[in-house]
C-alpha cells in the first residue's frame, strides 16, 4: 500500500523560505507522479507543482521562480524548496502521487494517494 508523510510546514514571514518533505513507501513501481498541491480556507485545492520520474517538472503560475520541487529517488522522497514566500502562499499542503502520466491537465481526482497534509503559514 502507498504512504505519503508530509513534513516541513510551519510559519514564517513574508520574504522567507520553507522546504516541505514528503517521504513515501509501499511502491510497486518507480513510474509515479509526484506533486504538491495546496488548499486556502474557502478555496479549492489547487496543483502548486508535480515532477514525473524523469525528472520533468511543472509548477502553477503563481509559485514559478519561487518554487522548486525535486525528487531523490534513493530516499523515495521528494520536496518542496518554497523561497520569497508570500501571504498568499498561505494554505494546507498536500503531497500526492499517481502511476502513469504526468503531463496534461492533472487534478485533484487524477491523484490516487495523498499525504495527510501540513499547514505552511506566511505573515506579512
Known amino acids: 500500500q502507498v504512504q505519503l508523510v508530509e513534513s516541513g510546514g510551519g510559519s514564517v514571514q513574508a520574504g522567507g523560505s520553507l522546504r516541505l518533505s514528503c517521504a513515501t513507501s509501499g511502491y510497486t513501481s518507480n513510474a509515479y507522479c509526484m506533486a504538491w498541491f495546496r488548499e486556502a480556507p474557502g478555496k479549492e485545492r489547487e496543483v502548486v507543482a508535480r515532477?514525473?520520474?524523469?525528472?520533468?517538472?511543472y509548477y502553477t503560475d503563481s509559485v514559478q521562480g519561487r518554487f522548486t520541487i525535486s525528487l531523490d529517488n534513493a530516499k523515495m522522497t521528494h520536496y518542496l524548496q518554497m523561497n520569497k514566500l508570500k501571504p498568499e502562499d498561505t494554505a494546507f499542503y498536500y503531497c500526492?502521487?499517481?502511476?502513469?502520466?504526468?503531463?496534461?491537465?492533472?487534478?485533484?481526482?487524477?491523484?490516487?494517494?495523498w499525504g495527510q497534509g501540513t499547514q505552511v503559514t506566511i505573515s506579512s
Open positions: 515532477i514525473s520520474a524523469g525528472g520533468a517538472r
Open positions: 500526492a502521487a499517481r502511476l502513469g502520466r504526468c503531463s496534461g491537465s492533472l487534478r485533484r481526482a487524477d491523484f490516487d494517494y
